[in-house]
């Protein structure tokens, strides 16, 4: 009877456990979804805000491969700050299919935008969707992505561009947004972006450098770059570091903080 007791017992608390997290997992999922449906509508608000930008924008938003196009949020933050700075030589990371590069053509006045990209097939459709107007101020560069690593930081792996847009600095404005993970000998290479450390010497002090999502890799900069880049905000989707006054003319001048091995978590 005791027996009997005892299971029944056994089998109402595992029969509540389950209800219980099926319950929380329940509310977890639609608290996040709330949030997220909140979000995107609070985006799409403040893209429409700006009828040009909201304009542009949806001819990537509509394009077939739009796939990996920065968010609307980005969209209008990396606008808004581009608008309210005016750098002369922007620096991004990732072309893509240009969905980001238009809106910062956009909102640049007289300057530049030099971008960087490995798949020649993303460049050809950034070229045709980009308007002419705002192409004219883009240099393209198509460049081999790479995986290295830099001596004075041990043990970590970064992934980048084979070639680097050395001569066309100083840059006072830079979105790292690529490459992205790719597959070599069958296997996933998913590094942090880590192209910031060689371009260091060509970035202006006082240069906002926006990271879009990529988490570990501002961890890493956090972590060895202090001395030259300061966070400036840390957003939901986005990190926005500021180049510091801290000089650097060579690579090989490049001190970090804590060589530790330390593998600091790297969700990309
Ligand atoms: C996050 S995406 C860059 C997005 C870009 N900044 C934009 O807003 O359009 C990172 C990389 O994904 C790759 N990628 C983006 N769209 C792709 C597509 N439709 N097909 C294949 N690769 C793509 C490109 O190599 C790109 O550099």
Redesign the pocket.
């Known amino acids: 009877m005791g027996c009997l007791r005892r299971e029944s017992w056994i089998s109402f608390s595992d029969n509540y456990r389950h209800i219980h997290n099926g319950m929380y997992h329940f509310l977890r999922t639609s608290v996040r979804r709330t949030r997220e449906r909140v979000a995107s509508f609070r985006d799409d608000a403040a893209l429409r805000r700006n009828k040009e930008l909201f304009l542009l924008y949806e001819r990537?938003a509509a394009a077939s491969?739009?796939?990996?196009?920065?968010g609307k949020s980005d969209a209008v933050n990396l606008y808004n700050l581009v608008k309210r700075r005016q750098p002369r030589r922007i620096l991004?990371f990732?072309?893509?299919?240009?969905?980001?590069?238009a809106v910062l053509a956009l909102a640049i006045g007289e300057g530049t935008i030099t971008s960087l990209?490995?798949?020649i097939?993303?460049l050809e459709?950034?070229k045709r969707l980009i308007p002419p107007a705002l192409n004219a101020k883009v240099r393209y560069m198509l460049s081999p992505r790479r995986a290295f690593s830099v001596p004075q930081i041990k043990y970590v792996y970064f992934s980048g561009y084979r070639e680097l847009p050395r001569n066309g600095g100083p840059y006072d404005f830079v979105?790292v947004?690529?490459?992205?993970a790719w597959i070599e000998d069958g296997q996933v290479v998913n590094l942090p972006n880590g192209d910031l450390i060689p371009m260091l010497p060509y970035i202006a002090s006082g240069a906002l450098i926006y990271v879009?999502c990529r988490k570990g890799a501002a961890r890493m900069y956090e972590k060895y770059l202090a001395k030259y880049l300061r966070v400036a905000e840390r957003g939901d989707g986005h990190t926005i570091f500021e180049r510091t006054g801290e000089r650097l003319a060579r690579l090989e001048d490049l001190e970090v903080k804590d060589t530790r091995l330390g593998n600091v978590g790297l969700a990309l």
């Open positions: 990537f491969e739009n796939g990996r196009i920065i991004e990732g072309t893509g299919i240009g969905a980001s590069t990209e490995d798949s097939g993303c459709i950034a979105l947004d690529g490459p992205d879009d």
